[in-house]
């Protein structure tokens, strides 16, 4: 362990710097703009605000680290993020706070496309599954301690903003002394959105689901939890409790969409979700522990989708293909998270805090219903075809995963595939006319 984790030690360190400034961040921008008496919209469009920053991250970002180089993109774009964190003190106004998340948003995309390609290039085959797990162990640790921290200082003061603004500098230092190599030059890949959808309607629309479902949840849940009576720690402790049991249920729900159709999979996680979303929406839960368990069932079966629609999908991508498709499927959730918390809120406004998990648990119900649609449309893909599940982590509202190699998983390459899903076999997988 100790030789794999050597060559991408200064990386990590700044890993757990940037994700515990940024799940500050997460928690304390709800909590404090319902302080400061912003309209729930208000509060939904800051969260569209960051993830249109980050969808434009994703289009861009490749341009950058052509131009800078790796070390000197992250040092640029955890100095930007920095200051920006702290600005949110200075100025405290709807308008500047959603051109703020934006450019947070911008910044921590081009952090993420850094990070995950480095992690890759500096891991070996023999290594990689080890450094991808403990890449995971710091993601799901140090987002906790992060949202955590909201319970250090008073939220309607500045120190939590210089608090966040300290942390996400202080990820720029190891980056910056490290006398690892960079990585090689960075190649811009063509996104085809809808070709995705071709090779996969349920990865495709598996993917907006997760963007509306979860982009809701990250930015409005702490203003739901404040809304319905939990003081500062209760929503600190009903965020952190909410991730930890989506990381608990991406294993086992991973290894299910192995052996089962991952359809089946994604219909009962939604389901599940639903059925989740659908109490807290009913307003019977009144008393703070009964909120807790079924904000962390919603947690357990909402979290995974996101992998398994991934993985769904790469069952039918060629294998040339894989770093487009995780480009477009990335940019899939960005914009279902731009649309997401503008709708949440204002189903906020007009049903109360309830309106958060009625909307959620109305997008679950859907894609459950479109995934038994396309069940009766299109067999499962071959074996021989399939994709071994491998776990993505979503980190406050960011979504990190790494499939471009099939040595992460501690599988061999598959070879490269067709775009048919069998022999014999249509698109649609009913069987070709002779």
């Not at 400034?21 to 912003?38: C, H, K, S």
């Amino acid at each position: 362990m100790t030789s794999a984790i050597a060559p991408v030690s200064a990386l990590l360190l700044s890993v757990a710097f940037l994700l515990a400034g940024n799940g500050l961040q997460g928690t304390l921008l709800p909590i404090r703009a319902g302080m400061e008496a912003f309209s729930t919209p208000d509060i939904g469009v800051m969260g569209s605000a960051y993830y249109i920053g980050f969808a434009s991250g994703c289009l861009l970002g490749g341009r950058i680290l052509r131009r800078a180089g790796h070390i000197r993109t992250f040092t640029a774009m955890a100095s930007v993020a920095s200051a920006v964190a702290l600005a949110h003190a200075l100025i405290v106004a709807p308008w500047f706070w959603w051109i703020a998340r934006a450019t947070t948003g911008f910044c921590l995309a081009i952090l993420f496309m850094v990070i995950e390609s480095w992690l890759n290039e500096r891991s070996t085959r023999e290594t990689r599954g080890t450094v991808l797990s403990i890449y995971l162990i710091i993601n799901l640790t140090v987002i906790t301690v992060g949202q955590m921290m909201i319970t250090l200082y008073d939220p309607s003061g500045w120190p939590l903003f210089a608090l966040a603004s300290i942390l996400v500098s202080l990820a720029a230092v190891p980056i910056a002394m490290t006398a690892s190599p960079a990585p090689g030059k960075v190649e811009v890949v063509t996104v085809r959105v809808w070709r995705l959808y071709r090779l996969s309607p349920v990865g495709f629309a598996g993917c907006v689901t997760v963007g509306l479902a979860n982009g809701s949840f990250w930015s409005l849940a702490p203003v739901y939890a404040q809304q319905t009576g939990l003081d500062i720690t209760g929503v600190a402790v009903f965020m952190s409790a909410t991730v930890i049991a989506g990381a608990v249920g991406q294993m086992p729900l991973g290894r299910a969409s192995d052996r089962f159709d991952r359809r089946r999979v994604i219909v009962t996680a939604c389901i599940g979700a639903g059925i989740a979303g659908g109490a807290l929406a009913s307003g019977l839960l009144t008393a703070p522990a009964h909120i807790l368990i079924a904000s962390c069932v919603f947690g357990v079966f909402a979290f995974p989708i996101y992998a398994i629609a991934v993985a769904h999908t790469n069952d039918f991508v060629p294998h040339d293909e894989f770093v487009e498709a995780s480009s477009g499927l990335l940019l899939l959730f960005g914009a279902g998270a731009i649309a997401g918390p503008i709708v949440a809120s204002f189903m906020m406004s007009l049903l109360g805090p309830p309106g958060l998990y009625f909307f959620t648990a109305s997008v679950h119900v859907f894609m459950a219903g479109f995934a038994l649609y396309r069940m009766s449309r299109r067999a499962r893909a071959p074996i021989e075809d399939r994709t071994t599940f491998r776990h993505g982590l979503e980190v406050a509202g960011t979504v990190s995963t790494s499939f471009e190699e099939e040595e992460a998983a501690g599988v061999e390459p598959r070879a490269e595939l067709t775009t048919e899903p069998a022999v014999g076999t249509d698109l649609e997988g009913r069987p070709k006319e002779e």
